[in-house]
């Protein structure tokens, strides 16, 4: 932030979706692939850039797109989305004296390894659905803000879902309901509780498995038991126990959103003039529709611990 005169200017430049591939060939033959699309913002002393058109504090936004693949080729061994925006982020704030924070966020595209006659495929993948996201923000004192995330996470079970005992007035039209479908969308994005790039886990891919730990734990929570299931009554109380369980679960990790739309299937019902009816709705035939649709969501944080 910078004072000018009676104005205040607060600025930050980057480069967004560059796109970069990355492969690892095992010494075995076995392939590893990556897809990234990473979006860059620095936070940087380049005011003369702004008001005297003097660019010579200026980190060229096509020189951060080329650091992207240079930063790709030499990272020599399978990394996650997390170490590689730190790789980034600690690189923009190091190497260039102008930068005093980078902000770097990758989604991943869920390429997955695809089996052929039930056995694992060793260069040849498939696109699945759900993306795992990450932001980091370092600073040049090397304090780190780290988040990681899912997007596009689409969840349906035919029951063991109902809402009941809202609030009924005179716009209120929704029958009570043990037996629905629910249907969602998730986004979840948590905080990790690593404050600095000292206090990091070494473990090679550490991000990457708990990323797949926390969906999991947001899968089993949301669907319950194979046969059994769990019953949910409303999306808000779902969504409250998905994020209980990750912080129950993940020491590591200190708050976690989630945004949980209400994708309505919507019972038909077909009156016909002459009986019988054409359709009466038995929990069989829904009108499937995303518009309109609710909104939940919701942030659980850890209260900070009296010392
Ligand atoms: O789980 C739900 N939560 C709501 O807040 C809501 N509102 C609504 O019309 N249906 C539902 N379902």
Not at 30 to 54: Q, R
Not at 207 to 231: C, I, W
Not at 260 to 276: A, I, Q, T, W, Y
Request: proline share 4%; with cysteine.
């Amino acid at each position: 932030m910078a004072e000018l005169s009676g104005l205040k200017l607060e600025q930050r430049h980057g480069k967004s979706r560059v796109r970069v591939a990355r492969v690892w060939r095992d010494r075995d033959g076995k392939h590893h692939f990556v897809e990234w699309s990473v979006n860059i913002s620095l936070i940087s002393d380049c005011l003369p850039a702004y008001v005297s058109g003097d660019n010579s504090d200026i980190v060229a936004t096509d020189t951060m797109k080329n650091t992207v693949y240079a930063k790709a080729k030499e990272c020599s061994e399978q990394l996650s989305a997390e170490d590689f925006a730190i790789v980034l982020a600690k690189h923009f704030t190091s190497f260039y004296q102008q930068v005093t924070a980078a902000i770097v966020n990758i989604v991943e595209k869920p390429w997955e390894r695809i089996s052929i006659k039930g056995q694992q495929h060793e260069h040849g993948f498939k696109l699945g659905s759900e993306r795992h996201t990450t932001e980091v923000m370092v600073d040049k004192s090397g304090t780190l803000r780290l988040t990681s995330g899912i997007e596009g996470l689409s969840i349906l079970k035919t029951t063991k879902s109902g809402f009941e005992g809202f609030i009924r007035d005179q716009y209120t039209m929704l029958p009570e309901t043990r037996e629905r479908m629910m249907a969602t969308e998730v986004t979840a994005s948590w905080r990790y509780s690593f404050e600095s790039l000292s206090s990091l886990p070494l473990k090679p891919l550490y991000f990457t498995e708990r990323y797949m730990d926390v969906k999991e734990v947001l899968l089993n929570t949301f669907f319950g038991a194979s046969k059994e299931g769990v019953y949910s009554p409303s999306v808000q109380a779902t969504l409250y126990e998905m994020a209980k369980a990750v912080l129950g679960r993940f020491p590591d990790i200190s708050f976690i959103q989630l945004k949980m739309p209400n994708l309505h299937f919507l019972p038909v019902n077909l009156p016909s003039k002459d009986k019988p009816v054409i359709v009466k709705f038995a929990d069989d035939v829904y009108l499937p529709t995303d518009e309109p649709h609710g909104t939940i969501q919701a942030t659980l944080s850890r209260l900070r611990s009296k010392m």
